[in-house]
């Protein structure tokens, strides 16, 4: 695929200005994706273990991918010796190439912004990257994400710079912080999410413990 068409594939995605057109965005880009992402140099599946291991102990219980996409976080935490990795995401069509792939001992259709269907304190940490960015996941999917996360878990993810301020972000930090939901841990330097290309997209790290 040429240079246009992988920008195209990708402008697509953040252009969605709804949940069905960037379910249609993903699955029309899901076989290419890998493929066309690691051109770019997209780093965000994987460094994000490096969060997940400095924070969460192996074989403190489940972890959950929140916007899993095609797997390529999954099977990284395990070669770090994570088992029990649930994922998510809205798009079929990636999570039947994450079944593919391995990695993920459960994967679920589910939007963030919405309900989830797991119980309060499920899972031990939840972590996710690329989808607090534009066009997709927003700041109110915090709430579920702390909610299915236990006490003493951590929460973990980036944000894309162009939506931490103006998606409400740093006011649901602290709305979450002032009713006692969780408290900061950590926050990274910005840095790219794409090592070869797109050198204007920022992202940055955040860690919060629940209380």
């Known amino acids: 695929m040429t240079d246009e068409a992988d920008k195209t594939a990708l402008d697509m995605v953040y252009a969605a200005e709804t949940e069905t057109q960037l379910a ?16 770019l140099g997209y780093c965000l599946p994987f460094v994000i273990s490096a969060w997940v291991a400095r ?3 192996k ?3 489940p972890l959950l991918d929140a916007g899993c996409g095609t797997g390529l976080s999954g099977p990284y ?5 994570y088992g029990e990795i649930e994922g998510l995401d809205l798009s079929e069509a990636m999570l039947e190439l994450a079944r593919a792939r391995g990695g993920y ?3 679920t259709r589910a939007a963030l912004g919405g309900p989830l269907p797991w119980a309060d304190g499920h899972f031990a940490a939840v972590f996710s990257t ?17 909610r299915i996360t236990r006490p003493g878990g951590f929460v973990i993810f ?5 939506v931490l301020d103006t998606g409400g972000f740093r006011e649901k930090f602290a709305g979450l912080e002032a009713a006692g939901k969780w408290l900061p841990v950590e926050e990274s330097q910005p ?6 290309a797109e050198p204007y997209v920022m992202v940055q790290a955040f860690v919060f413990r629940v209380a």
């Not at 935490?77 to 010796?81: A, D, Y």
């Not at 690329?130 to 702390?146: K, M």
């Not at 980036?158 to 162009?162: E, N």
């Open 130 to 146: 690329g989808v607090f960015t534009a066009g997709h996941a927003p700041a109110s999917s915090l709430d579920e994400l702390t």
């Open 105 to 107: 001992g459960a994967l």
């Open 191 to 196: 840095f790219r999410a794409f090592a070869v």
């Open 77 to 81: 935490l395990g070669s770090l010796g």
């Open 158 to 162: 980036t944000v894309r710079d162009v």
């Open 59 to 61: 074989g403190e219980g």
């Open 55 to 57: 924070h969460v102990p």
């Open 24 to 39: 249609a965005a993903y699955a029309g880009w899901a076989n290419g994706y890998d493929m066309e992402t690691a051109a």
